[in-house]
Nanobody, 121 residues
Framework: QVQLVESGGGLVQAGGSLILSCAAS????????MGWYRQAPGKQRELVAA???????NYTDSVKGRFTISRSNTKNTMYLQMNSLKPEDSAVYYC???????????????WGQGTQVTVSS
């Protein structure tokens, strides 16, 4: 069974930084696209940043220049470096990945359980 486990969330003051990690474990043959999503209370879940296996990235406009997504294909881990945090960045952050659990290469989409990020003003 495949699991995605996020870590690194917490409480930080505005202007501060946090690093989120997402570790994939279990039966993994390969990992394709990965991404970070967030959901604030009363709002829809939104894509924050995404990264392909080859390292191509894209970001939602509100975090460009402040957040950096990266991954280690050898460690099956993805990261989100968050700088210059704002109160509006407060949300539960979720890890998402397309993973092939076996040699067939068929991709399944997985979600982590989420980690809370709270930015105080």
């Amino acid at each position: 069974q495949v699991q995605l486990v996020e870590s690194g969330g917490g409480l930080v003051q505005a202007g501060g930084s946090l690093i989120l990690s997402c570790a994939a474990s279990g039966s993994i043959f390969s990992i394709d696209d990965m991404g970070w999503y967030r959901q604030a209370p009363g709002k829809q879940r939104e894509l924050v940043a995404a990264i392909t296996r080859g390292g191509s990235t894209n970001y939602t406009d509100s975090v460009k220049g402040r957040f950096t997504i990266s991954r280690s294909n050898t460690k099956n881990t993805m990261y989100l470096q968050m700088n210059s945090l704002k109160p509006e960045d407060s949300a539960v952050y979720y890890c998402n990945a397309d993973i092939a659990p076996n040699w067939s290469g068929f991709l399944y989409n997985y979600w982590g359980q989420g980690t809370q990020v709270t930015v105080s003003s």
